[in-house]
């Protein structure tokens, strides 16, 4: 579309015994304090899964295993002239340590539990269809 700015976004739900990792969002960003999955922007043509792995390894330190992570779903977000695409991706398998590296409040959370963050409407729409993977 001509005019449209579109942003292409991966986001990691990382699981580690029946639990999920949140981060809040840093208080230099729009929606500070809101809780998400991790992950971020692409660069331009720069493939989902780079884009995913280059951005889990900024904010968390950790190599994810390419091989072991699964699509789950994408979601499209339109507003003021702007299209972003949603994609959410599973892992349960990595390497390294996490540590929050974009000064993040990461969280190991049960799936029950997620309500009492204030998520993202975007990161919301997703949990949904965890229920069946976790």
């Excluded at 005019?3 to 809040?24: D, E, F, N, P, Y």
């Excluded at 507003?79 to 409040?105: D, P, T, V, Y």
């Amino acid at each position: 579309m001509i005019g449209v700015k579109i942003t292409k976004v991966a986001a990691c739900i990382l699981k580690k015994k029946k639990k999920i990792l949140i981060a809040s969002r840093p208080h230099n960003k729009i929606f500070a304090g809101f809780y998400e999955f991790p992950g971020g922007k692409l660069k331009k043509n720069e493939f989902l899964l780079c884009g995913l792995e280059r951005e889990i390894l900024e904010e968390l330190s950790i190599r994810i295993n390419r091989n072991k992570v699964i699509f789950l779903k994408d979601y499209l977000i339109k507003r003021r002239g702007k299209e972003i695409h949603l994609n959410f991706f599973l892992c349960n398998e990595w390497a390294g340590e996490i540590k929050s590296m974009e000064l993040q409040e990461l969280k190991w959370v049960k799936l029950s539990d997620i309500f009492k963050y204030k998520m993202l409407t975007s990161n919301r729409k997703i949990i949904d269809s965890l229920c069946y993977l976790l």
